[in-house]
């Protein structure tokens, strides 16, 4: 049957980063969005639409924000239990808390257990759709889109593969990456709503001859994404170049062994040179913007406007558990804190656009998620722009759309998600 989810309904016609914000965005403030099928037929004023169909199920949201599910380009969901470490930088940090917790998901049991409450985290943040990395676990792997599957989602995730500077538990081969990674993808790719992503964790925990290998399984699935981490520390370029002294920058790394084109999603990219902004945006190549991690481990001023002007994709991303949050307001209020950092106050919209086209977009999944609008999947969140007393009292006073939205942004938390729908069909968390 039918369903008609009445409310605000948000919408973007066009990219806030290329025209004025406001103009980029619809937005009915007595709205309506048919769902079918699993699918959004159609966004309109709830009057007229409640009037075509009158034989469809009303669920009436009353003032509450209809617009689309989050998207979160880059997480590590076998992070999920380590999230909020205390006091490390990206290489103690990973050598602490990360790699001794990944150590545990060759425990089929344990992974799944890890799996299940990180996708319940997001839904219960508004996350509908997540490209993660897993362990060098295959059961890591298995878990993640087995749970992901039984949610009825649209994810995104694969096997990280390092074969150096890990503890041994953690260390798989050249050849044994390589094998395993297609095996996986072979399984999962297409499969369902589920994509598989050929996932290096990053230059310095894989040899010349794992990435050459990787470089490889690229070529022979490029149907696939590639995910990997670029440009995150000055500690880390330090050691990039250390470790492989004839290339002249750290992508130059990543392009030597056939990981740069459309299809890569870069995790971090803060310190970039000329060369290296030219060269993902000639490559088409798509960047994860982390910032409650940059803010948290201690990284850097992502340079948002700049990757924006240069026409990248860019989306927005927990990278949980070296971000410091499971919710995408957390992750928008961060983001513009960064912003400001950096002279550039972002508005509203073009963080809102970062946490759903722009992600969307950033995993080639743009034509099916990251929007409300019809033909879209009906994976949808309800924002309560009331949800606590702070935010209640600054609305009081909004005399437009965006001082009604902007609190919710800089102040929420999951108490602002009043309802989430997986492919139309309604969340209970
Ligand atoms: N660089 C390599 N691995 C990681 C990771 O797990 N988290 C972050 N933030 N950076 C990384
Ligand atoms: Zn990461």
């Given at each position: 049957?039918?369903?008609?989810?009445?409310?605000?309904?948000?919408?973007?016609i066009g990219?806030p980063?290329?025209m004025p914000p406001e103009a980029a965005v619809?937005?009915?403030?007595?709205?309506?969005?048919?769902?079918?099928?699993?699918?959004?037929?159609?966004?309109?004023?709830?009057?007229?639409?409640?009037?075509?169909?009158?034989?469809?199920?009303?669920?009436?949201?009353?003032?509450?924000?209809?617009?689309?599910?989050?998207?979160?380009?880059?997480?590590?969901?076998?992070?999920?239990?380590?999230?909020?470490?205390?006091?490390?930088?990206?290489?103690?940090?990973?050598?602490?808390?990360?790699?001794?917790?990944?150590?545990?998901?060759?425990?089929?049991?344990?992974?799944?257990?890890?799996?299940?409450?990180?996708?319940?985290?997001?839904?219960?943040?508004?996350?509908?759709?997540?490209?993660?990395?897993?362990?060098?676990?295959?059961?890591?792997?298995?878990?993640?889109?087995?749970?992901?599957?039984?949610?009825?989602?649209?994810?995104?995730?694969?096997?990280?593969?390092?074969?150096?500077?890990?503890?041994?538990?953690?260390?798989?081969?050249?050849?044994?990456?390589?094998?395993?990674?297609?095996?996986?993808?072979?399984?999962?790719?297409?499969?369902?709503?589920?994509?598989?992503?050929?996932?290096?964790?990053?230059?310095?925990?894989?040899?010349?001859?794992?990435?050459?290998?990787?470089?490889?399984?690229?070529?022979?699935?490029?149907?696939?994404?590639?995910?990997?981490?670029?440009?995150?520390?000055?500690?880390?370029?330090?050691?990039?170049?250390?470790?492989?002294?004839?290339?002249?920058?750290?992508?130059?790394?990543?392009?030597?062994?056939?990981?740069?084109?459309?299809?890569?999603?870069?995790?971090?990219?803060?310190?970039?040179?000329?060369?290296?902004?030219?060269?993902?945006?000639?490559?088409?190549?798509?960047?994860?913007?982390?910032?409650?991690?940059?803010?948290?481990?201690?990284?850097?001023?992502?340079?948002?406007?700049?990757?924006?002007?240069?026409?990248?994709?860019?989306?927005?991303?927990?990278?949980?558990?070296?971000?410091?949050?499971?919710?995408?307001?957390?992750?928008?209020?961060?983001?513009?804190?960064?912003?400001?950092?950096?002279?550039?106050?972002?508005?509203?919209?073009?963080?809102?656009?970062?946490?759903?086209?722009?992600?969307?977009?950033?995993?080639?999944?743009?034509?099916?998620?990251?929007?409300?609008?019809?033909?879209?999947?009906?994976?949808?969140?309800?924002?309560?722009?009331?949800?606590?007393?702070?935010?209640?009292?600054?609305?009081?006073?909004?005399?437009?759309?965006?001082?009604?939205?902007?609190?919710?942004?800089?102040?929420?938390?999951?108490?602002?998600?009043?309802?989430?729908?997986?492919?139309?069909?309604?969340?209970?968390?």
């Open positions: 049957m039918p369903q008609l989810l009445l409310g605000q309904t948000f919408s973007f990219n980063w290329q619809r937005h009915i403030r007595r709205g309506a969005v048919l769902v079918e099928n699993g699918k959004i037929s159609a966004v309109g004023e709830a009057a007229a639409l409640k009037v075509a169909h009158p034989q469809a199920q009303i669920t009436d949201h009353g003032s509450s924000l209809i617009m689309a599910g989050f998207v979160d380009c880059h997480a590590h969901f076998p992070q999920t239990a380590i999230i909020a470490s205390w006091g490390k930088r990206l290489i103690d940090w990973l050598n602490t808390y990360t790699f001794p917790e990944e150590s545990r998901f060759g425990d089929a049991e344990y992974a799944r257990r890890v799996a299940e409450t990180y996708l319940d985290l997001n839904l219960s943040n508004g996350i509908t759709t997540a490209c993660a990395y897993c362990t060098i676990h295959p059961e890591s792997v298995e878990a993640y889109f087995e749970a992901a599957q039984a949610r009825g989602l649209r994810m995104l995730g694969g096997k990280v593969m390092m074969d150096r500077n890990a503890p041994e538990t953690l260390r798989d081969t050249a050849q044994s990456g390589y094998d395993d990674s297609k095996a996986l993808l072979t399984k999962w790719h297409g499969k369902g709503r589920l994509s598989y992503t050929i996932t290096p964790r990053f230059a310095p925990t894989s040899t010349p001859e794992q990435l050459e290998a990787t470089g490889a399984l690229w070529a022979e699935h490029p149907e696939c994404l590639m995910q990997t981490h670029l440009s995150e520390q000055h500690e880390e370029l330090a050691w990039v170049q250390a470790l492989f002294p004839d290339q002249p920058d750290y992508l130059a790394v990543y392009e030597h062994f056939g990981l740069l084109g459309p299809g890569a999603v870069m995790g971090h990219a803060i310190y970039l040179s000329d060369r290296e902004w030219d060269a993902l945006r000639d490559a088409g190549a798509s960047i994860a913007h982390c910032p409650t991690s940059n803010a948290f481990i201690g990284s850097g001023l992502f340079h948002a406007t700049r990757a924006h002007a240069a026409g990248i994709r860019t989306g927005l991303a927990t990278d949980v558990g070296g971000g410091s949050s499971f919710s995408m307001l957390r992750t928008m209020a961060s983001a513009y804190e960064i912003g400001q950092l950096r002279g550039d106050a972002l508005h509203p919209a073009q963080l809102l656009y970062m946490a759903t086209v722009g992600s969307a977009e950033a995993l080639h999944i743009g034509a099916h998620v990251g929007n409300l609008e019809a033909g879209f999947d009906a994976d949808i969140v309800v924002l309560n722009l009331t949800s606590t007393p702070v935010i209640s009292q600054r609305v009081a006073e909004a005399e437009s759309l965006w001082e009604a939205l902007f609190p919710t942004i800089m102040l929420g938390d999951d108490r602002a998600i009043k309802a989430v729908y997986i492919a139309g069909k309604r969340h209970f968390t």
